[in-house]
T-cell receptor, first 114, second 111 residues
Framework: DADVTQTPRNRITKTGKRIMLECSQTKGHDRMYWYRQDPGLGLRLIYY???????NKGEISDGYSVSRQAQAKFSLSLESAIPNQTALYFCATSDWAGGNDEQYFGPGTRLTVT | QKEVEQNSGPLSVPEGAIASLNCTYS??????FFWYRQYSGKSPELIMS????GDKEDGRFTAQLNKASQYVSLLIRDSQPSDSATYLCAARRGGSYIPTFGRGTSLIVHP
C-alpha cells in the first residue's frame, strides 16, 4: 500500500461548488503540506501543518482552507471553486520529529473547475 | 527573482551518456538541498538530499554541492530512456521549515 494517499485522484467540478481533497499517510510523519502545480509555475505551497494544532498559510492560501483531523490526515477545501484553481494538487509529508527534512509526495489529485 | 533557478531545458542526451543537471540558489543560508524526479502527470519522487559540500553518490546518481558558489548539480551516469522526466531542485534555508522548489529541468534521453 502507498505511504501517502490522496482522494480523489481526478475531479471535475463546476464554478462555485465546494470541494474537499483528502490526504492520508501511514508513514508516521508529523508534518504535512499541500501544494499545487501549474504548468510553467512549478510547485507552490498552499498550507502546511506541523501537528494537529499547528496550521500555517503558504504562499497562495487565498480561496483555500485546511483541516488536520489527525496526525495522519490533512484535508484541503476549496470553499467556492473557480476555474483558475484548475491544477494538479499534491500532498506531502516530512518527518521533522525524526530529524529528517525530506518531503515525500502523494500521487496527486487532478482538479478541473469548469 | 526566483530563489532556486533551473534551466527549463529540454536537455537531450543519448542513451548511455552522463546527464548533468544544474541548479543555483540565491539564499546563502540555505542548508538542505533536494533533487526530485517527476514524470509527466505524476508526483515528485525524491532522488536524494545533500547537506554538505562535495559529492554524494547513490547508484547512477551523484549530487554535487558547492555552497561557496551557491549551486547544486545532479549527474546521472549511463542515462536510460526511462530517466526521461523533469528534475526538480529544492533548497531549504536555515531557520525555515519549507523548501523552495525550482521550476524543473526537462531531460530527454534518446536511444
Amino acid at each position: 500500500d502507498a505511504d501517502v494517499t490522496q482522494t480523489p485522484r481526478n475531479r471535475i467540478t463546476k464554478t462555485g461548488k465546494r470541494i474537499m481533497l483528502e490526504c492520508s499517510q501511514t508513514k508516521g510523519h508529523d508534518r504535512m503540506y499541500w501544494y499545487r502545480q501549474d504548468p510553467g509555475l512549478g510547485l507552490r505551497l498552499i498550507y502546511y501543518s506541523f501537528d494537529v494544532k499547528d496550521i500555517n498559510k503558504g504562499e497562495i492560501s487565498d480561496g483555500y482552507s485546511v483541516s488536520r483531523q489527525a496526525q495522519a490526515k490533512f484535508s484541503l477545501s476549496l470553499e467556492s471553486a473557480i476555474p483558475n484553481q484548475t491544477a494538479l494538487y499534491f500532498c506531502a509529508t516530512s518527518d521533522w520529529a525524526g530529524g529528517n527534512d525530506e518531503q515525500y509526495f502523494g500521487p496527486g489529485t487532478r482538479l478541473t473547475v469548469t | 527573482q526566483k530563489e532556486v533557478e533551473q534551466n527549463s531545458g529540454p536537455l537531450s542526451v543519448p542513451e548511455g551518456a552522463i546527464a548533468s543537471l544544474n541548479c543555483t540558489y540565491s539564499d546563502r543560508v540555505s542548508q538542505s538541498f533536494f533533487w526530485y524526479r517527476q514524470y509527466s502527470g505524476k508526483s515528485p519522487e525524491l532522488i536524494m538530499s545533500i547537506y554538505s559540500n562535495g559529492d554524494k553518490e547513490d547508484g547512477r546518481f551523484t549530487a554535487q554541492l558547492n555552497k561557496a558558489s551557491q549551486y547544486v548539480s545532479l549527474l546521472i551516469r549511463d542515462s536510460q530512456p526511462s530517466d526521461s522526466a523533469t528534475y526538480l531542485c529544492a533548497a531549504r534555508r536555515g531557520g525555515s521549515y519549507i523548501p523552495t522548489f525550482g521550476r524543473g529541468t526537462s531531460l530527454i534521453v534518446h536511444p
